[in-house]
């Protein structure tokens, strides 16, 4: 017999997004309630407070909206997703 180890987040496990710095790791949390697009859009055109590393997104790019539409899009199916019968479950990686 083989067992497969699968690691479900349902969305409304989500309590925040956190954007982090690769180059240095420092980050600033941000809970799904108080996600919004300026702040967003904010974070990636500045550099990094802390190793003043840029973020690699050009303001206006097709790229950068992604980054901040999909943090809108994810605060709203979080809210669409309350009180029904049907789940949206993301299948992730799992630590070992
Ligand atoms: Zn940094």
Redesign the pocket.
Known sequence: MTFEKKCLIELSDILAVQYQ?A??R?AVSIPIDKLNPEYAAARIIRE?P??Q?SSGFVPGTNESRAFVDFNVALKNVIGVMEGRNFKLLLDIKCSE
């Open positions: 710095c180059k240095c420092a990094c802390h190793c590393t």
